[in-house]
């Protein structure tokens, strides 16, 4: 049984700082993609971040460049967000994710990962 489990979501004021963390039992990591989304209150779920298992190959959303890294430890099967300069508009619950999406442009859409975690809020006051 493959399960994704987030932490890390809180309550932070704007230009703060948040890490998130995915800790995946099984082998999600048998998938070939690991990445994260969101979703605010009426909106629908969009892409973040997502980094390839093989040859660590990362992609980021425009609305988060230079602001968020995604990371992972094989060693502890855990998936990283570092988020910096955070905004009131990254107000959402996150979402890890794992599958093989068969293309770039898959990457980016939630129907490429099969595997998927319950979700942790963050929170940016302004």
């Known amino acids: 049984q493959v399960q994704l489990v987030e932490s890390g979501g809180g309550l932070v004021q704007a230009g703060g700082s948040l890490r998130l963390s995915c800790a995946a039992s099984g082998r999600p990591f048998g998938s070939s993609t690991l990445g994260w989304f969101r979703q605010a209150p009426g909106k629908e779920r969009e892409f973040v971040a997502a980094i390839i298992w093989i040859g660590d190959s990362t992609y980021l959303a425009d609305s988060v460049e230079g602001r968020f890294t995604i990371s992972r430890d094989n060693a502890k099967n855990t998936l990283y967000l570092q988020m910096n300069s955070l905004k009131p508009e990254d107000t959402a619950v996150y979402y890890c994710?794992?599958?093989?999406?068969?293309?770039?442009?898959?990457?980016?859409?939630?129907?490429?990962?099969?595997?998927w975690g319950q979700g942790t809020q963050v929170t940016v006051s302004s």
């Open positions: 994710a794992a599958g093989s999406p068969p293309s770039v442009l898959h990457i980016k859409l939630s129907s490429g990962y099969i595997y």
